[in-house]
């Protein structure tokens, strides 16, 4: 049974640049979850989709927008990339209710912005 | 809002050792979840214990117990005779009643000396 699987797994940009981070939830998840991960801190909401619509979000700017696929998979974009955006990004599906059944996070996406 | 504080930054110890982690929470909420996760230098967000509110009973999962006392707000996690694999960074977690966001601590590096 295939975990969460995020795509790709290192980036580097330049400042000013847009980047496309991609999800695969983990089979019958049906929501997706995207954290912020500065080095040394502990990951930080950004926001979640739930049937194609994001149903919170996080403290993050308008920068940072993303979409849910009809097969539960999901994209986060960041356009005008800043050097504080440089982190680990991670996915984590759940089901609805994910206090209760658990969250199933993936490997990552470390972006590093030049 | 909801806080979780992991006071020890790191924490180092010899092979077979006992370690217990720290968790101290703030909530509203009169019925909540509390998580537990490991992240070795791979990234990924490991899943180990859920415990919630209303259900106080301490318990053991092979070398993993926990400690959960809602009276104090601490949610403490040890590791019995620990291991070199034992060694990654702790995160104590905190759900929304809404099942959406985890609010983490900022974590704590744990290091198994052979």
């Known amino acids: 049974d295939a975990g969460v699987t995020q795509s790709p797994t290192h980036l580097i940009k330049t400042r000013g640049q847009q980047v496309t981070l991609r999800c695969s939830p983990k089979s019958g998840h049906d929501t997706v979850s995207w954290y912020q991960q500065a080095l040394g801190q502990g990951p930080q909401f950004i926001f979640q989709?739930?049937?194609?619509?994001?149903?919170q979000r996080g403290n993050f700017p308008d920068r940072f927008s993303g979409h849910q696929f009809p097969n539960y998979s999901s994209e986060l974009n960041v356009n005008a990339l800043l050097l504080g955006d440089s982190a680990l990004y991670l996915c984590?599906?759940?089901?609805?209710?994910?206090?209760?059944?658990?969250?199933?996070f993936g490997s990552g996406t470390r972006l590093t912005v030049v | 809002a909801q806080k979780v504080t992991q006071a020890q930054t790191e924490i180092s110890v010899v092979e077979k050792e006992d370690v217990t982690l720290d968790c101290v929470y703030e909530?509203?909420?009169?019925?909540?979840?509390l998580f537990w996760y490991k992240q070795p230098p791979s990234g990924e967000l490991v899943f180990l214990i859920r415990r919630n509110s209303f259900d106080e009973q301490n318990e053991i999962s092979g070398r993993y117990s926990w400690n959960f006392q809602k009276s104090t707000s601490s949610f403490n996690f040890t590791i019995t005779a620990s291991q070199v694999v034992d060694s990654a960074v702790y995160f104590c977690?905190?759900?929304?009643?809404?099942?959406?966001?985890?609010?983490f601590g900022e974590g704590t590096q744990l290091t198994v000396n052979p």
């Open positions: 984590a599906s759940s089901l609805t209710v994910g206090r209760i059944y658990g969250y199933t």
């Open positions: 977690a905190l759900p929304e009643t809404s099942g959406s966001r985890l609010t």
């Open positions: 909530t509203r909420d009169t019925t909540y979840y």
């Open positions: 989709y739930y049937e194609e619509e994001e149903r």
